[in-house]
């Protein structure tokens, strides 16, 4: 079965600064996509990046970009320039390519502050 | 606007009272799932629906049907909730299966007394 980690449930930034959330997956398939969803307080699950597995190149968003390492099954999210905006739940999230039931799995969740 | 519109935003029931959370989606999406949000879990599928007429159970489907009558619209039905249904339901929707990005409702905050 397909799983998400999400290792880090809390992190703390100062504004400005450059902050990384870790997730790890566990899956046997080879075609298959990963996500970064914020919630912010406001509830709403808002997409933050894709990448592909089959593309090495790792996904970039303007202040979002990801570290994708296939082999070692990592998808970490780096948050560049952190703004009090960024505060929010991230959830990282898996999706299997050739799946028929097209649920998304999803970690529990880091929760990330942002200090003034 | 494209949107995922669910309703209501916030519910509050009692056990065994029959309830319906509606969602709706003006961009012609086939796919269409719910999710339920708990503390600590993430996000867990419910029910998924690949077009009309076609649902089928999720990870945890227990005390929820679904229809999908018209394209747009797939209402979350729970005959007779329990107070462990109190929870944060979200719809989402998807031009296919897994190849492309769901989009998510506002989601529905319900708790079952």
């Known amino acids: 079965a397909q799983t998400v980690t999400q290792s880090q449930p809390e992190m703390s930034v100062q504004e400005a600064e450059t902050v990384t959330l870790s997730c790890t997956y566990d899956?046997?398939?080879?075609?298959?996509?990963l996500f970064w969803y914020k919630q912010p307080p406001s509830r709403q699950m808002i997409l933050v990046i894709r990448q592909e597995a089959y593309k090495q190149q790792n996904a970039t968003e303007n202040r979002f970009s990801v570290n994708f390492q296939k082999a070692a099954k990592s998808f970490s999210l780096k948050i560049s320039d952190s703004q009090l905006g960024d505060a929010a739940m991230y959830f990282c999230a898996y999706i299997w390519y050739g799946g028929s039931q097209g649920n998304l799995i999803f970690g529990k969740g880091t929760k990330l502050s942002v200090k003034p | 606007e494209a949107q995922v519109t669910q309703n209501p935003r916030y519910l509050i029931t009692v056990t065994g009272k029959k309830l319906t959370v509606t969602c709706s989606q003006n961009?012609?999406?086939?796919?269409m799932s719910w999710y339920r949000q708990d503390p600590g879990l993430g996000l867990r599928q419910i029910y998924y629906s690949m077009n009309v007429e076609v649902t089928d159970k999720g990870d945890v489907p227990e005390g929820y049907k679904v229809s999908r009558k018209e394209k747009r619209n797939f209402p979350l039905i729970l005959e007779s909730p329990s107070p462990n249904q109190t929870s944060l339901y979200f719809c989402?929707?998807?031009?296919?299966?897994?190849?492309?990005?769901?989009?998510f409702g506002a989601g529905t905050r319900l708790s079952v007394l």
């Open positions: 989402a929707s998807s031009p296919g299966v897994s190849q492309n990005i769901q989009y």
């Open positions: 899956t046997s398939e080879s075609d298959y996509y």
């Open positions: 961009m012609n999406h086939e796919y």
